[in-house]
Structure formats: structure tokens, C-alpha cells
């Protein structure tokens, strides 16, 4: 291939003009300069007399061809750095991720069809290869070497042009590599700046050419951008679903939001979007219907106008699996309603065993709910380990003196390190005060002397005031509070509790400790200024507490009709609370919320030995059955640098639920069936990544390449592409003169002047 040679305008632009002679460019001007007064001289006297106009126009031309004749006998040159041809490498790398499928181009086409249309239809490729050795790659997360248009997908979950041009790089170390052409619509969802790799690049001359492909700004828009939901429930719960969503030129339209099951719809909400370009969160309740793993497709209604459909739709993985019941310890003080009714609401409850131990009279106590003779055979767990069998305990109505010292400090130990849930029912006795009683409760107890006359004591006498009747009061914290939901619907949520009957009593406390939460209060009493909370939680160390300063909830049950499930609910929602949070022997964690075809699935599974401390001593093996039902078996390694963490890792190929079944043999070998082996599951869906936005990023793609010495081109201006590459300086280029005397343009400027100078004297009648 010869030398492109430049026209003047490209010469002046790409390279530098001089004179081979050294004649500078000034002294040039001043002979120009001379040239024009010495033909005006010449012009002062003519054989025939001419106008003004006339001698202008003769001047003027006979001064041109001087000038030519002068510039071409100086030898003008172009000196400018041009590629070695053929001798020279370029790398074209191409974005073949998801988000070059959007047809937001004219005519409905879409980015990867306008980049096949521009570089392989229309030759630009072809042209570039004439003065380079073409090497082309794909790239979405991850990056291949293509042989041409059949290489390209559309298919890449992720976009990492930073992987792109460090895989580049390395493929290609050793070359003499000229530049880099990028294609691409700069919608890089990585989490590692791509300008950085561009600017070690630009360090060692190899500049990069950005062409990007898609509209800037796409108008109309509607996308699912983050989706929250518990992937594990138990049987009969209500959990919320949190749908953030982002638009584009729908402000203030009203949308639905659905959320199927298969072809059943299992909850629709209206919702209004808000400001374009700031996502809104919205809240959605659901129960699962089926004991097993449940994909929901959550949908936003496609809108008129919208450019992406694909971002319309997002699917989740609810895990609903039959689970071993978690058992909660309930010790009572004394037979009485409230332990009656509920014992009641949870004996349906497959997900709950409520072990009890209730004093009957001086030392006497019954026992139900009971595994084995053996459970509480003795009264209260009388080690840790016994203890810790537990996921919640309850105390309703107990006097300190059932426990000693060292199992108060059980207690405190079971929630804060064991992470167990803890409940107090009813009254609460005063000897509690400054003991771990005290620490895990939401609320601070006072002795009855230092209250006001009308708070003491009349949980137990009807006609004093905290004895009333009384219709307790949602607060805005348990009005949206999954614990105290009776309906999904916030109306009919307040209707059932509006019809609830009333409550007879209240403990009275002292005020809420900070970081708790009312749910339910007192409408009209107060302490310090604060309504008298009737049900309050907080977290507290590892685990939860729940305080229920009212002993009469179960007029809820006695005094509505027997059908009525809002007495069984709230508590079966309160102990599951209580109880879900508490840590099992092995758990298992993803790294993320949601994986896609090609994703790295990073496992992580914390092994706790009876006393609930991590084992490190543990063999694990990981079974995963992929949505094709094929299993493969790994092994998991412990992570030196965290106690009691194993970890695994692989990539995922299918779309579907894959499920997970970790067995654990412990080097005491002494764990129970229940706690040598754990399940989980995950779903892998489509993407939302690529889709969420996905207008092009100019400026991403030129900071890159400026930052590399290279020129940013949109596609419809990348004709111009091949030109300003073999005149951009690179580690490869070299010096190269071009003769500028003998273009044939010029010649032909020089011939037209002198006939037109030859036929207008002739027809002036000049010699």
C-alpha cells in the first residue's frame, strides 16, 4: 500500500507545512507581498487605458501565477507521522453486550445492527485494513478474539471496558500496536474506571478511537432497577416485596405494578411515579401459596412510547420450602388466659413448637409441647448448649426468683450472642430491675413507688385507671409493620383493627430505650410525655427482644367469632419474628442479590459448633443441582482469615432455580442430623444491568480517548475514522514528507489563471 497522500486542508490539519529550500513561511509572505507591488508597478502605465475594476482584475491575476509559480519552485512539503503500513497493528474492539440489542436508532434499528451496517457492510473495516493488520474482539464482562460479524451476540449480561482493554493488552503485548478503536455506547456497569487503563495506554502512545453507538438521551422510559424480597419464609407469611423504578418522561403517570405467579396473578398495585431520573421505592405484600421454591415475575405495564421493553420485568426467587419448626421455650408464671390463648394461636402453626413450662402452684409445674421425656425435665435449661436448642423464649408472668444468677445470665447470653429472641408478657416484676431482664427489654422498668398515683399497679384491679378497658393504638411504625399486619391492603388493615375489641389493662414502664419501636400504645395514658407502649421491640446484640405490656390480648380471640384468625396472626407474626432471626448451626449466603447467565456464584457458608461458636474444624462438600437437574459435588474451603467460613464458587449457564445442599461433617462428630446439612437455593434471571442506564455515554468515551491521545467519533461521523488514525502519532508511526509542488490541482489552477489572463487582455487589446 502507498502512502495516503493528504489534500492541503488535511496536511495543514494532521501534519506540518514547510518549504524543502528552508525558506520560511514570512519570508515567503514577504516575497508574495513584493510579487503584487511589482506587478501594480507594471500596471501604472498601460498601451490602452483601463478602469480601475480592470487593473485590479490583471494585478490580481497576474500576481497568482507568480505566487503559484513561486510556491511550487520554494518545493512546499507536508511533514506528518503516518503508520507503517501493513507493518502496524489496530485493535477493534466491539461491545456485544445486551444493551446494544436497544433499537433506539432511526428507522428502528438497533446499535449492533448500525455497528454491522457501518464497519462490515459499508467497508469502514476494510478500510482500516488497508493500512493496519486488523485484530477484532467482542467484549461484554468478558472478552473474545472474533473473526468477523458472526462473532457478535448481543448477549453480555455486563459491560467492563476496562476487562476489554486489559485483555487486549495482554493478548496483543509484544506487537507494535498503533491504537485501539472502540464501538461502543459506553454504558460500562464494572466497577473499575476505564479512563485509568486508557491513560497507560496514552503513556506509551498507543491511542485509543471511541466511536459511540445510541441515542444520548433516551425520551421514554419505565425500568425495574432494584428488586428486595425475603428469599426464605415461613408457611402462611406475609413478607414485603421492595420495587425501586426509574423513568424517563412519565412524571406523575399513573402505572401498574403486578406480580405473577406462572399465569396467576397473586398481587396488582397501582402506583404514581414520581420525579424522571431519581428512583422510587414501592412496597408490595405477599403470601405464598405453595410449600415449595416459587419464581414470581414481577411486571411494570408497558407504556406507549418506551424504547426498552426488556427492563419492563424481573423475576425472584421466594423460598417456601417446608422447614423444621423453630422452637420456642414459653415459661409461665402461672396458669392464666393469656398463656391459654397463646398456646392456642400457634398449636396449628407447623412452623412453631412452643415448649412450655407452666407453674401450677408452689413447686409445681406442667410441661407440654415436649420432644422428649427428657425436655425441661429439670425446669430451665440448665446448660448453654440445652439452652441454645432454643431459636426464642418467652417469660410471661414469672417472678425473678425462679432463676438464679447464672441463668439471668443465660438469658442475656441466648439473645446477645446466641442471637435468640426474647419476649415478656404481662406484668413484670420489679425484682428484674438491674439484671440482664432489664438490659435485652425495649423499655426501662421503674418500681411502682416512683410512678404517679394513677399508673401503680392497676394492671390488676379494673377500676383504676391502667386497669380500663382501653382500644389500643397503631402506631406509624406498626401501622406498616409486618408484625402487625392483618391485611395486605393499609384500609383494610385499619379496618380489622378498628373492629378488634378492646384490651383490659396495662403494665406500666418507664420510657422507650433508644433504637426501640413502638408498634401498639395506650390512646390516653401517658408516662414522661410519652403514650404508654402496649407492644415495643428492638434489637438487641445478635438477636431481638419484643415486650407486651398487656395481658389481655386474648380477648381478641374470646370476643370475636370463632373464625376470626387476627388473635392467631399477630402472635404467630410476633414469634416468627422473634424466632426467624435466630442464626442456625450453618448458613448459607450469596454474594449477591441476583445472578445472570455467566455470573461467578460466590458462596459462603459460617459453621457454628453446640455452643454456637464458629467451627473451624469442619468438612464441608457442596452439592448444586442446575436447572437441568445435573448435580456436581465441590468441596468447600475454609477461609483462614474468618473463623467458622467456608467458601465455593462457580459460574452459572442456565437460566432457572439452581438448589444447594451443603453437608457438614464437624470434627467432634457429635452434630445432629438437624445440623449437619443445610439447603438453599437461588434463581438465575435475565439481566436488569444492561438495561438500566442504557442511554450512550459520550462523555465516558471521550475522557477515554483524551485520555489515551485519541479522538472520540459518534457512529454517523465514523467515515472519517480510518483518515485520523494513519495521521495520529503512535509508538509506530513515522516521519514522512510529502511533496506538495507537483499535486495536480495545483497545475490546473496554474493553467486556468493564465488563459484567463491571456484572454482578457486580448480582449482588452493589450500586448
Not at 498601460?46 to 490583471?58: D, E, G, I, N, V
Not at 434499528?109 to 486488523?134: H, K, M, P
Not at 420489679?430 to 399497679?457: K, Y
Not at 373464625?563 to 396472626?569: G, I, K
Request: charged content about 20%; some cysteine; aromatic content about 10%.
Amino acid at each position: 500500500m502507498q502512502y495516503t497522500e493528504p489534500n492541503l486542508l488535511t496536511a495543514f490539519q494532521e501534519g506540518n507545512f514547510s518549504f524543502a529550500y528552508g525558506i520560511s513561511p514570512y519570508l515567503f509572505g514577504l516575497f508574495v507581498i513584493l510579487i503584487v507591488v511589482g506587478v501594480w508597478a507594471t500596471y501604472l502605465k498601460t498601451t490602452r487605458p483601463l478602469s480601475r475594476a480592470w487593473k485590479s482584475f490583471f494585478i490580481a491575476t497576474r500576481s497568482s501565477v507568480l505566487v503559484i509559480l513561486l510556491f511550487c519552485l520554494l518545493r512546499p512539503v507536508i511533514t506528518t507521522q503516518q503508520v507503517s503500513p501493513q507493518e502496524t497493528y489496530l485493535g477493534v474492539l466491539i461491545d456485544d453486550s445486551q444493551s446494544m440489542s436497544i433499537a433506539d436508532l432511526a428507522g428502528g434499528q438497533t446499535r449492533r445492527q448500525a455497528v454491522a451496517e457501518q464497519f462490515f457492510e459499508n467497508g469502514l473495516l476494510d478500510e482500516l485494513a488497508e493500512s493496519f493488520q486488523i485484530r477484532s474482539f467482542r467484549f461484554d464482562k468478558e472478552t473474545q478474539r472474533i473473526a468477523g460479524i458472526d462473532g457478535l451476540t448481543e448477549a453480555g449480561t455486563a459491560s467492563s471496558i476496562n476487562q476489554a482493554l486489559s485483555y487486549v493488552e495482554d493478548q496483543l503485548n509484544g506487537l507494535p500496536l498503533g491504537g485501539l478503536v472502540l464501538v461502543s455506547d459506553g454504558a460500562d456497569n464494572s466497577e473499575i474506571d476505564p479512563v485509568i487503563k486508557a491513560q497507560e495506554f496514552g503513556n506509551r502512545t498507543i491511542p485509543i478511537f471511541t466511536v459511540g453507538v445510541g441515542q444520548e438521551d433516551i425520551p421514554e422510559d419505565i425500568g425495574i432497577v432494584d428488586v428486595t424480597a425475603a428469599k426464605t419464609v415461613l408457611e402462611g407469611s406475609v413478607f414485603n416485596v421492595q420495587v425501586a423504578l426509574n423513568h424517563q418522561g412519565f412524571e406523575g403517570q399513573e402505572v401498574q405494578l403486578t406480580v405473577m405467579d406462572g399465569e396467576e396473578l397473586v398481587e396488582s398495585r397501582t402506583v404514581i411515579l414520581g420525579v424522571a431520573g431519581v428512583p422510587r421505592r414501592f412496597d408490595l405484600e405477599l403470601t405464598p401459596e405453595r410449600p415449595e421454591l416459587i419464581v414470581y415475575d414481577l411486571q411494570v405495564e408497558l407504556q406507549s412510547g418506551e424504547i426498552i421493553e426488556q427492563n419492563n420485568h424481573y423475576s425472584f426467587l421466594v423460598d417456601n420450602t417446608e422447614k423444621p419448626a423453630l422452637d420456642i421455650l414459653y415459661l409461665e408464671g402461672h396458669p392464666r388466659n393469656e398463656y391459654k390463648f397463646i398456646r392456642r394461636a400457634v398449636e396449628d402453626d407447623t412452623s412453631l413448637r412452643m415448649a412450655t413450662y407452666l407453674q401450677t402452684g408452689p413447686e409445681k409445674y406442667y410441661r407440654q409441647g415436649i420432644e422428649s421425656p427428657t425436655e425441661l425435665s429439670s425446669g430451665f435449661p440448665e446448660s448453654k448448649e440445652a439452652l441454645y436448642e432454643y431459636e426464642a423464649i418467652i417469660l410471661g408472668d414469672i417472678e425473678k426468683s425462679f432463676f438464679n444468677a447464672d441463668q439471668l445470665q443465660m438469658l442475656e447470653d441466648f439473645v446477645a450472642e446466641r442471637g435468640g429472641g426474647f419476649l415478656m408478657s404481662g406484668m413484670v416484676d420489679e425484682e428484674f430491675i438491674n439484671t440482664p431482664i432489664a438490659d435485652i427489654l425495649p423499655i426501662t422498668l421503674v418500681e411502682e413507688n416512683f410512678l404517679q398515683p394513677h399508673l401503680r399497679g392497676g394492671i390488676r384491679r379494673g377500676d383504676h385507671p391502667t386497669g380500663e378497658l382501653f382500644y389500643p393504638r397503631l402506631t406509624n411504625n406498626g401501622e406498616f409493620s409486618p408484625l402487625m399486619r392483618l391485611a395486605s391492603e393499609d384500609a383494610q388493615n385499619r379496618t380489622l383493627w378498628s373492629q378488634l375489641p378492646e384490651l383490659q389493662g396495662v403494665y406500666v414502664t418507664g420510657r422507650i430505650k433508644p433504637g426501640a419501636t413502638v408498634l401498639l400504645e395506650h390512646p390516653i395514658l401517658n408516662y414522661q410525655d410519652q403514650a404508654l407502649p402496649i407492644i415495643a421491640s428492638q434489637r438487641y446484640g445478635s438477636g431481638r427482644s419484643i415486650s407486651v405490656t398487656t395481658a389481655s390480648s386474648w380477648r381478641w380471640q374470646m370476643m370475636m367469632e370463632s373464625a376470626d384468625q387476627s388473635h392467631e396472626t399477630i402472635w404467630r407474626q410476633l414469634l416468627r419474628w422473634l424466632a426467624v432471626s435466630a442464626p442456625e448451626r450453618i448458613t448459607i449466603e450469596f454474594d449477591r442479590e441476583f445472578y445472570n447467565v455467566g455470573d461467578e456464584v460466590n458462596i459462603t457458608t459460617r459453621v457454628l459448633n453446640d455452643q454456637y461458636e464458629p467451627d473451624n474444624d469442619a468438612t464441608l462438600w457442596m452439592q448444586s443441582t442446575d436447572p437441568l437437574d445435573q448435580v456436581t459435588d465441590t468441596p468447600m474451603e475454609w477461609d483462614i482469615e474468618e473463623d467458622g467460613v467456608y467458601r465455593a464458587s462457580f459460574t452459572v449457564e442456565d437460566e432457572g432455580v439452581f438448589s444447594l445442599l451443603v453437608d457438614v461433617a464437624s470434627a467432634a462428630g457429635n452434630a445432629s442430623a438437624d445440623s449437619s446439612e443445610k439447603r438453599a437455593a437461588f434463581v438465575v434471571t435475565p439481566s436488569l444491568r444492561e438495561y438500566t442506564n442504557a442511554e450512550m455515554d459520550s462523555g465516558l468515551l471521550a475522557r477515554i480517548a483524551n485520555a489515551s491521545g485519541g479522538s472520540y467519533f459518534n457512529l454517523a461521523d465514523s467515515a472519517n475514522l480510518a483518515d485520523t488514525i494513519e495521521f495520529t502519532p503512535n509508538a509506530y508511526s513515522r516521519e514522512v514528507q510529502i511533496d506538495l509542488w507537483d499535486q495536480p490541482w495545483l497545475l490546473a489552477l496554474l493553467i486556468l489563471l493564465m488563459c484567463v489572463d491571456w484572454i482578457a487582455r486580448r480582449m482588452r487589446g493589450l500586448s
